[in-house]
């Protein structure tokens, strides 16, 4: 009895240190940044304002949340000592649940939009939520099959996104081509420069890896920002826009709406009803967008669960649990590598290709580092070699950026000038911390083998050297 005592004591004791130093860290990191605010009076002076609620905020804040963390690693270490034998997750259930059911909601995602917010929410809520979140899912989908799959940490991944681009825009601008014929080009560019990429990096592993990919991927940024006359330096280049068998999204008189119109007055006046007259309007073409991306992110998804299937893809997760043991049962690693390198980018090309054709301008501002970095943690955060893992946290990731521009709500308690969007990456990198404690190996931890004897089981994620499961 009196060492429970005595160790719930400790306990207590040492959690009120940790609050003590978590509270100091946080005054030192929240004070100057968030208490302290300059402003210019009416004679443009610079005077210096004092907030000291807003810094008591932010570090009850930092505060609550070591505490939420204490409790979930407590609870977490009191299950483990408890259970004496742990068992297999099944994510297969939730998948065969969440899997259609999430299909069914993308699919019918625009006519949600409609439903509740009128097309005049289909700017925001289709283009800006939609689209740019399954460019992210299929970006992470790409770069699972470098990381999660064949176990290669690539910090550089932004560089195909990047090619994929500057392919489009440059075959399209300069030879006139379509959307449709440079968007294989455009991926089969992107591989062949992940298999240049490769070949210097077959004998490096792990953090030498890890530094090599991401100078490339810097090499790649540099180049498009200072070759000027190739890619229009830090001025950008324009990009066609995506048309349907030279059908054009637009007003004109030969556009979709037009097109449209024709079609539905031929199959109208043919039972005897009037013509059929459709207005062009502007979300023709975020809608036609939106099924684009939404067909190539299902395809990288299908593509992905066959290769898993194939030889190569066995052998990718065999280099990524153990490369010697790999080598030893006469698998060439050499290809293994380059084939993964090559169909990474080649999806990641796509997905470049994209949003060449979505922005209808390339610049090199967006295919900076960071870039790479959140879709990095998109996989990780996901889960290293799940589908749907990386798909949640890519809405999670995505979707909680821009809905952070929706919280007007927050300038009446920190002011009109506060801007929530603007404190993203502190609060990801916040939740990214939490949720590593809380989920070290990802959302979905637990995956099926693609080769199994017998039976097919699910394998617990703390079965396996990399803790992927």
Known sequence: MASTKDSAGSSVRNTLIGVLIVAAIALGLFGPLIGLKTEQNMDNELILLFRPWHAFAAILAAVVGYLIIKAV???AEKRAASATTKPAAAPSAIAKVLAPGG????IGYPLLVILLAGVGGIPKWVDNFGILILIYVMLGWGLNIVVGLAGLLDLGYVAFYAIGSYSYALLALHFGWSFWLCLPVAGILAAFWGILLGFPVLRLRGDYLAIVTLAFGEIIYLV??????FTGGGAGISAPRIT???IKFDGTPDGFAAWLSWLLSSITTTFGFDPVTIPPAPWYRTIFLYYVIVVLALMTAWVTLRL??????????ALREDEIACRSLGINTTSTKLTAFACGA????????????????VDPEGFKFIESAIILAIVVLGGMGSLLGVAIAAVAMQGGTEILRELDFLKSIFGQDFKPELFR???FGTAMVIIMLWKPRGF??????TAFLHEKKAIGSDNVKEGHG
């Not at 498009?224 to 006359?229: M, P, Q, S, Y």
């Not at 194939?310 to 997760?317: F, H, Q």
């Open 73 to 75: 690693k407590a609870a």
């Open 103 to 106: 299909l069914a909601f993308v």
């Open 224 to 229: 498009a920002k200072n070759w000027k006359d």
């Open 244 to 246: 349907f068998f030279g």
């Open 308 to 317: 898993r299937r194939l030889p190569v893809g066995r052998a990718w997760e």
């Open 346 to 361: 080649f999806f990641g090309g796509l997905a470049g290709a994209f949003f060449g054709a979505r922005q209808g301008f």
């Open 425 to 427: 990456m502190l609060i």
């Open 444 to 449: 979905v931890s637990v995956r099926q083998p």
